[in-house]
């Protein structure tokens, strides 16, 4: 068996073989298109027509049509992250940093880690995570625009109370109004910003009404949790990419920073506050925390005993985030088998 490690980037990929040792047997480079890695794979079957793996580091944004062409073409592929392939570049014997000496690294990551997760097509969760990040980028392109335009309104009269928020249809009249009685260069530019203005939340409010009745359909069992709405299940399902990659709850956590990380002084266990994982998540989980502390009976109940304990407030909410993250992941779990489960009733 061999490693086939891939350093991606945007206008070519760098391959190298490597024995099961780590050793190197071969390097090519390529472009990026779906031509060029069918070359890349009759260039591997003329190195090596055994079994093989093949190692790509985890940038999707570069490698997404890469791994899609190999899957197609029956390959394993896994996705190693890109701290583990920098560690196993330290230690290496060659100095300085070029595409063969990252793809080599990759290589033997792979062989140093037996659990990396396996590459996949793109599902569901992929279009989710597209719709919420677009809808995200014009909330802050109108957060801009609102300071923008409230700049103008303050030059224009300041004695005029401006509405205070000026994303609803009420705001744009009232404003549009209030223009009429003005002319000039700063009246014209706050008119173009309120005309912009009103087509971002036109589009914002299409978005989410799009991924409210996606949601319900893809995530049942998520959007039951309480505190959970349809944009920040949509979040969780799009930054999660796939729970079938881990192996477990606590990988997930691990993954999202609820984990608390272990910090020993002498025999003395302790631990702190992890500050590693993915932000957004860890963000949606503490967003279904702050509303569950709020009206939920049972993570009320859990908040006052923590208390109760010793454990401050913070301290506290650390620990229902933590009870939340397993409760997300088994929601996700469930909500994959059914999906998985209708997937064979219609092929059936």
């Known amino acids: 068996m061999v490693i086939i490690g891939i350093d991606a980037h945007k206008r070519s990929h760098t391959a190298v073989i490597a024995n099961t040792v780590g050793r190197q047997i071969a390097v090519k ?5 779906s031509n060029d890695h069918l070359a890349l794979l009759a260039w591997a079957n003329k190195h090596d027509d055994q ?3 093949w190692a790509i580091e985890d940038c999707r944004h570069l490698s997404r049509r890469l791994e899609r062409d190999l899957l197609a073409a029956g390959e394993q592929v896994v996705r190693v992250p890109p701290k583990l392939m920098s560690h196993v570049r330290d230690s290496a014997r ?15 990551a792979a062989l140093r880690e037996p659990d990396l997760p396996v590459a996949h097509l793109d599902g569901a969760e992929r279009e989710i995570r597209l719709l919420v990040d677009h809808r ?10 609102i300071s923008r335009l409230r700049w103008h309104l303050h030059e224009l009269d300041p004695s005029w109370a401006a509405p205070a928020n000026f994303d609803r249809a009420s705001a744009f009249a009232r404003i549009k109004f209030h223009l009429d009685g003005f002319s000039g260069i700063v009246a014209d530019l706050a008119r173009r910003l309120l005309t912009h203005l009103h087509r971002l939340t036109e589009e914002i409010d299409e978005l989410t009404a799009e991924l409210s009745r996606r949601i319900p359909v893809i995530a049942p069992a998520l959007l039951a949790i309480v505190g959970c709405g349809s944009l920040t299940a949509a979040k969780i399902l799009g930054e999660t990419a796939g729970v079938t990659r881990f192996r477990s709850k606590d990988a997930y956590a691990r993954h999202n920073g609820t984990a608390p990380l272990p910090v020993w002084s002498s025999n003395k266990a302790r631990h702190r506050l992890s500050r590693t994982g993915n932000r957004q998540l860890n963000a949606a989980l503490h967003r ?7 009206c939920h009976p049972g993570a009320r109940d859990l908040l006052a005993r923590r208390k109760a304990g010793g454990d401050g407030g913070m301290e506290a909410l650390r620990i229902l985030k933590r009870r939340l993250s397993d409760v997300v992941y088994r929601a996700l779990i469930d909500d994959h088998e059914t999906s998985e489960a209708c997937k064979l009733v219609v092929a059936a």
């Open 94 to 108: 060659t100095f300085g940093k070029s595409d063969p000496i990252d793809a080599l690294s990759i290589a033997r």
């Open 288 to 294: 279904i925390a702050l509303t569950q502390a709020r």
């Open 136 to 145: 995200e980028d014009l909330v802050a392109e109108r957060t801009r625009v």
């Open 51 to 53: 079994e093989r793996l």
């Open 29 to 33: 480079t390529i472009g990026t298109t």
